[in-house]
């Protein structure tokens, strides 16, 4: 706790939030580029505010768009940034962007200002982890270019963009390059979205990012290397036990390893878990598998009290202890047979291990990874590993032969993937399970564990039977009838979700900016994680940016049933247009837009849909980025019919709309919001939502209470509601009300 409260006080000052901060400091990590913008971690040495010294957090995050710069790790820069708390977008289910910025001690993320005075103060060195891993990174990149099947084309930033798909044909190898930086350097960065999809579906996502897995490997080979060569001595063996030497040369290469990688979290746990296994057979002392995994879970959490949260800290330890099981339990035997049997049931096991913890975290699990795993973890291990070292090591050497050798690998590692993205390609791989509870989870984790505890087979029996009989009925999935509503935390934009029973409609897509889309990183995943394959109606509001999203990419995903828009929609053909549009009716739910008179000719954002739902007495109003002129016809035309229990409000919270005679006619008991965290506009404006609290309403922002959720029942009563921000928030978020400055 008390580590846990000096990270939290190391934070940027409110009143130096977006504030213009002059900054000198150290590139450190690898930095990213998507195009002409840069994204890296900046350790801050000097920060002047107003030609004043001041304190600000050592490490932050920056971003630099546009920018024709060429930046590299252990450069020294001077910049002028704006700076703000740390912020993620916080949805159910989905990944926490704060917390990672948290366990990796980021106290404050920013932009670089457009200035003069923003210039190179110091060229890299030649030493450091960092330097080197930029000098690999380069040369790698290198072989997309020489290739000989790779086009004219080519460019710097073109291998391995996130846009890519596997079939991509910027560069030949772009798809086995963006792996080999993965597993050699730690940079995922360049590893395409549908990949990540793929890798996901057979549920090999640990085989690409570095963990406790690939230390081990390359000890264990070190390990086995260092002692053949060893035992070739008998004089070498008398003055230093092999075993001892087997240890310091496994330390020496996972130490190497996690270097190469950048020293990450989880290559640091798995180091200090490999330390208290080897330091004692350096000092040959004898310790019980199960106490060297309850002190290296003790050496962890002092180390990084933060990584309880963490769910690879969970799925690392899980493993270790199946593990531990395994070879505690098993018949010791040079047996090849008995070996490969043992390895089988290692791996099953681990799998089945950590089911109730991949359900936990993440909401899915593939079916088919046991077997996939089964396969691919001796490839990745033996082969795909230790020859993506090499490839990194030899592309500083231009020798024919090595670049030949490396060729080939980059070719084989190519073939791996278009063998995997061909086997992946039914979602029906993944189970699903977003509306487990609690209680579900545990009846999970129990289950599971009869697997590994010797206990009475009466007692297994009747664990199994407990969860076969009162799994059913303890689910979160809303009664039938229910209509569910969902708000998601997307920044400055809006998207919505209305589900009742087996339909899906979805509101607005959310915002679409440099680099990427809230439609893939939000929306998709969360809908992905519903167990949502289908949408029946998708309404998109107008075609502002914010609103539109990626369509393209929501398409390449959902079956899309009919089609409203406010106007015309880049990449959406065979629409209708919400103004010509009355309504309908989904078994007792109805569904219809409020026009009014040449609403149709309008563009931007009075050209939105207004939609109305009504369930059973409960009525919503989804209002898009409406304005004072279209609230005010809606008021003539539709006067009382406005009254609304919930209503979404009007362009963000800006100043040009939800005027006060248009609150007063709607008189709403929920206002929900939609905006970006310290956006640029301001909004909400605290005009607008004093406006629509005067009458009691209770006023909920996405950028200060993330996700919101509503359900009400079959009679029309609100029958549960939710804020991420009051039931899932950590220790470790921001307080979002107490940072919006003035």
Same mark, same amino acid.
Request: charged residues 15%; hydrophobic residues 45%.
């Given at each position: 706790?008390?580590?846990?409260?000096?990270?939290?006080?190391?934070?940027?000052?409110?009143?130096?939030?977006?504030?213009?901060?002059?900054?000198?400091?150290?590139?450190?990590?690898?930095?990213?580029?998507?195009?002409?913008?840069?994204?890296?971690?900046?350790?801050?040495?000097?920060?002047?505010?107003?030609? =004043?010294?001041?304190?600000?957090?050592?490490?932050?995050?920056?971003?630099?768009?546009?920018?024709?710069?060429?930046?590299?790790?252990?450069?020294?820069?001077?910049?002028?940034? =704006?700076?703000?708390?740390?912020?993620?977008?916080?949805?159910?289910?989905?990944?926490?962007?704060?917390?990672?910025?948290?366990?990796?001690?980021?106290?404050?993320?920013?932009?670089?200002?457009?200035?003069?005075?923003?210039?190179?103060?110091?060229?890299?060195?030649?030493?450091?982890?960092?330097?080197?891993?930029?000098?690999?990174?380069?040369?790698?990149?290198? %072989?997309?270019?020489?290739?000989?099947?790779?086009?004219?084309?080519?460019?710097?930033?073109?291998?391995?963009?996130?846009?890519?798909?596997? #079939?991509?044909?910027?560069?030949?190898?772009?798809?086995?390059?963006?792996?080999?930086?993965?597993?050699?350097?730690?940079?995922?960065?360049?590893?395409?979205?549908?990949?990540?999809?793929?890798?996901?579906?057979?549920?090999?996502?640990?085989?690409?990012?570095?963990?406790?897995?690939?230390?081990?490997?390359?000890?264990?080979?070190? @390990?086995?290397?260092?002692?053949?060569? &060893?035992?070739?001595?008998?004089?070498?063996?008398?003055?230093?036990?092999?075993?001892?030497?087997?240890?310091?040369?496994?330390?020496?290469?996972?130490?190497?390893?996690?270097?190469?990688?950048?020293?990450?979290?989880?290559?640091?746990?798995?180091?200090?878990?490999?330390?208290?296994?080897?330091?004692?057979?350096?000092?040959?002392?004898?310790?019980?598998?199960?106490?060297?995994?309850?002190?290296?879970?003790?050496?962890?959490?002092?180390?990084?009290?933060?990584?309880?949260?963490?769910?690879?800290?969970?799925?690392?330890?899980?493993?270790?202890?199946?593990?531990?099981?395994?070879?505690?339990?098993?018949?010791?035997?040079?047996?090849?047979?008995?070996?490969?049997?043992?390895?089988?049931?290692?791996?099953?096991?681990?799998?089945? $291990?950590?089911?109730?913890?991949?359900?936990?975290?993440?909401?899915?699990?593939?079916?088919?990874?046991?077997?996939?795993?089964?396969?691919?973890?001796?490839?990745?291990? %033996?082969?795909?590993?230790?020859?993506?070292?090499?490839?990194?090591?030899?592309?500083?050497?231009?020798?024919?032969?090595?670049?030949?050798?490396?060729?080939? @690998?980059?070719?084989?590692?190519?073939?791996?993937?278009?063998?995997?993205?061909?086997?992946?390609?039914?979602?029906?791989?993944?189970?699903?399970?977003?509306?487990?509870?609690?209680?579900? @989870?545990?009846?999970?984790?129990? $289950?599971? $564990?009869?697997?590994?505890?010797?206990?009475?087979?009466?007692?297994?029996?009747?664990?199994?039977?407990?969860?076969?009989?009162?799994?059913?009925?303890?689910?979160?999935?809303?009664?039938?009838?229910?209509?569910?509503?969902?708000?998601?935390?997307?920044?400055?934009?809006?998207? @919505?979700?209305?589900?009742?029973?087996?339909?899906?409609?979805?509101?607005?897509?959310?915002?679409?900016?440099?680099?990427?889309?809230?439609?893939?990183?939000?929306?998709?995943?969360?809908?992905?994680?519903?167990?949502?394959?289908?949408?029946?109606?998708?309404?998109?509001?107008?075609?502002?940016?914010?609103?539109?999203?990626?369509?393209?990419?929501?398409?390449?995903?959902?079956?899309?049933?009919?089609?409203?828009?406010?106007?015309?929609?880049?990449?959406?053909?065979?629409?209708?247009?919400?103004?010509?549009?009355?309504?309908?009716?989904?078994?007792?739910?109805?569904?219809?837009?409020?026009?009014?008179?040449?609403?149709?000719?309008?563009?931007?954002?009075?050209?939105?849909?207004?939609?109305?739902?009504?369930?059973?007495?409960?009525?919503?109003?989804?209002?898009?980025?409406?304005?004072?002129?279209?609230?005010?016809?809606?008021?003539? #035309?539709?006067?009382?019919?406005?009254?609304?229990?919930?209503?979404?409000?009007?362009?963000?919270?800006?100043?040009?709309?939800?005027?006060?005679?248009?609150?007063?006619?709607?008189?709403?008991? &929920?206002?929900?919001?939609?905006?970006?965290?310290?956006?640029?506009?301001?909004?909400?404006?605290?005009?607008?939502?004093?406006?629509?609290?005067?009458?009691?309403?209770?006023?909920?922002?996405?950028?200060?209470?993330?996700?919101?959720?509503?359900?009400?029942?079959?009679?029309?009563?609100?029958?549960?509601?939710?804020?991420?921000?009051?039931?899932? =928030?950590?220790?470790?978020? #921001?307080?979002?009300?107490?940072?919006?400055?003035?």
């Amino acid at each position: 706790m008390l580590v846990a409260h000096w990270q939290l006080s190391e934070r940027l000052p409110n009143h130096l939030i977006k504030e213009p901060i002059q900054v000198v400091g150290e590139i450190i990590d690898l930095p990213d580029k998507q195009g002409k913008n840069w994204r890296f971690n900046f350790s801050i040495r000097q920060a002047l505010h107003n030609s =004043k010294p001041i304190e600000v957090p050592e490490k932050v995050r920056l971003s630099w768009y546009r920018t024709e710069q060429q930046l590299s790790s252990g450069q020294t820069w001077q910049f002028q940034v =704006k700076l703000k708390p740390p912020s993620g977008l916080r949805n159910f289910g989905l990944f926490d962007l704060e917390g990672w910025y948290f366990q990796h001690n980021i106290r404050a993320t920013g932009y670089i200002v457009k200035s003069e005075d923003n210039r190179m103060v110091q060229e890299p060195g030649w030493f450091g982890f960092d330097v080197w891993r930029e000098k690999i990174r380069a040369k790698l990149a290198e %072989f997309n270019r020489h290739s000989p099947d790779s086009d004219d084309s080519y460019s710097d930033d073109s291998y391995g963009s996130k846009n890519d798909s596997p #079939e991509d044909n910027s560069g030949h190898y772009s798809g086995a390059l963006a792996m080999t930086m993965a597993l050699t350097l730690g940079d995922k960065s360049q590893i395409s979205q549908q990949h990540w999809e793929m890798f996901q579906r057979l549920g090999i996502n640990h085989l690409v990012a570095i963990s406790g897995l690939h230390i081990g490997m390359i000890a264990l080979l070190a @390990y086995g290397v260092s002692g053949r060569l &060893w035992r070739l001595s008998a004089r070498l063996c008398e003055r230093i036990a092999a075993p001892q030497v087997q240890a310091v040369s496994a330390l020496v290469f996972a130490f190497g390893y996690a270097g190469l990688a950048g020293f990450s979290l989880p290559t640091q746990r798995a180091l200090i878990m490999l330390s208290v296994v080897l330091v004692s057979r350096i000092l040959l002392v004898n310790i019980q598998p199960y106490r060297q995994l309850f002190l290296a879970l003790f050496v962890v959490l002092v180390w990084q009290p933060s990584a309880i949260s963490s769910a690879g800290f969970w799925l690392s330890f899980t493993a270790v202890a199946a593990i531990f099981y395994v070879l505690h339990f098993s018949e010791q035997s040079n047996n090849k047979l008995a070996f490969l049997s043992n390895l089988v049931k290692m791996q099953l096991l681990i799998t089945i $291990a950590m089911v109730p913890l991949t359900l936990l975290f993440f909401q899915q699990v593939s079916l088919v990874s046991p077997v996939v795993n089964l396969v691919l973890i001796p490839v990745f291990s %033996f082969l795909v590993v230790p020859a993506a070292l090499a490839s990194a090591l030899l592309a500083f050497i231009d020798h024919q032969t090595t670049r030949v050798f490396i060729e080939y @690998y980059l070719h084989a590692l190519q073939l791996l993937l278009d063998v995997l993205a061909n086997f992946s390609g039914s979602e029906s791989l993944a189970f699903k399970v977003y509306d487990f509870s609690m209680l579900q @989870y545990l009846l999970v984790f129990m $289950a599971a $564990a009869t697997f590994f505890i010797r206990i009475n087979v009466f007692l297994k029996i009747s664990l199994w039977l407990l969860l076969i009989i009162v799994f059913p009925f303890s689910t979160n999935i809303p009664a039938p009838g229910s209509l569910q509503l969902t708000v998601l935390d997307v920044g400055q934009g809006s998207a @919505y979700l209305i589900k009742k029973n087996d339909r899906v409609l979805v509101y607005d897509l959310g915002p679409r900016y440099s680099g990427g889309s809230a439609t893939r990183s939000v929306l998709i995943p969360y809908l992905q994680n519903q167990g949502i394959s289908k949408i029946d109606l998708l309404v998109i509001s107008h075609a502002d940016s914010d609103h539109a999203g990626d369509i393209r990419a929501l398409k390449s995903q959902f079956e899309i049933g009919r089609i409203f828009v406010g106007e015309p929609v880049r990449y959406l053909d065979q629409t209708q247009s919400c103004h010509h549009v009355s309504r309908w009716n989904w078994s007792g739910t109805e569904f219809r837009f409020l026009t009014v008179a040449n609403q149709a000719s309008e563009t931007g954002n009075n050209a939105s849909c207004v939609l109305q739902v009504s369930h059973h007495g409960f009525q919503a109003l989804l209002t898009g980025d409406i304005e004072k002129k279209i609230e005010r016809q809606l008021v003539s #035309e539709y006067a009382k019919q406005l009254k609304s229990e919930l209503v979404l409000v009007p362009h963000h919270g800006s100043r040009s709309s939800s005027t006060r005679d248009f609150v007063t006619h709607v008189d709403p008991e &929920w206002v929900i919001n939609s905006s970006g965290y310290l956006n640029r506009y301001r909004f909400p404006a605290d005009s607008v939502k004093l406006r629509w609290t005067q009458n009691n309403a209770r006023f909920l922002d996405t950028a200060t209470h993330g996700s919101i959720e509503f359900i009400i029942d079959a009679a029309g009563n609100l029958a549960g509601q939710r804020t991420f921000h009051d039931n899932q =928030k950590k220790y470790w978020h #921001e307080n979002r009300l107490a940072d919006r400055p003035g």
